[in-house]
T-cell receptor, first 115, second 114 residues
């Protein structure tokens, strides 16, 4: 149980385009999901907290107009990287909070490469 | 300030040897503590967690961790390491509850030699 998926697992795009990453909780409902960014050989940096039916809460220094988050249902949150640039290339990981267990379960990550 | 420290960036152990990965935290309230493992190019898998009660917790894959409040530590242990345990290990602390934002340590990369 507590499986989280991400799609796509890997994406390559041109500079200036937008990319959407999906995060789904497959066997549980998640009112809260989290989006992280991980640089090579680095720890996870929390980007934002995604709340179902309301606006996401962004961490300091994260551009909300750059990284659009939508949490339209209890099993799906999306992260859209708008007008992507090479510096946005990174590994993006989502997690879903399983209520009652107060534990985050992580997706497998999405590798984004912006050319 | 709230923080998690994993003092060892990289550890190499022989297969079959015992393992201890260190984690120290600084947190204002009673923390919820977690250990996650990440294989290359993958997401994080939960190994174990501590919320309250018995300070020695058992996790998956033969791992255990001990919460020591007096030392602000939550070290991860395994009595006999297998080659498949080679991965990066992250310690994390959070408040629990509805807004369970986690603070992660910088990770410890474990290499296992035959």
């Amino acid at each position: 149980g507590a499986v989280v998926s991400q799609h796509p697992s890997r994406v390559i795009c041109k500079s200036g385009t937008s990319v959407k990453i999906e995060c789904r909780s497959l066997d549980f409902q998640a009112t809260t999901m989290f989006w992280y960014r991980q640089f090579p050989k680095k720890s996870l940096m929390l980007m934002a907290t995604s709340n179902e039916g309301s606006k996401a809460t962004y961490e300091q220094g994260v551009e909300k107009d750059k990284f659009l988050i939508n949490h339209a249902s209890l099993t799906l949150s999306t992260l859209t990287v708008t007008s992507a640039h090479p510096e946005d290339s990174s590994f993006y990981i989502c997690s879903a909070d399983l209520q009652g267990r107060e534990t985050q379960y992580f997706g497998p990550g999405t590798r984004l490469l912006v050319l | 300030a709230q923080s998690v420290t994993q003092p060892d960036i990289h550890i190499t152990v022989s297969e079959g040897a015992s393992l201890e990965l260190r984690c120290n935290y600084s947190y204002g309230a009673t923390p919820y503590l977690f250990w996650y493992v990440q294989s290359p190019g993958q997401g994080l898998q939960l190994l174990l967690k501590y919320f309250s009660g018995d300070t020695l917790v058992q996790g998956i894959k033969g791992f255990e961790a001990e919460f020591k409040r007096s030392q602000s530590s939550f070290n991860l242990r395994k009595p006999s390491v297998h080659w498949s345990d080679a991965a990066e290990y992250f310690c994390a602390v959070g408040p629990g509850g509805a807004t369970n934002k986690l603070i992660f340590g910088t990770g410890t990369l474990l290499a296992v030699q035959p």
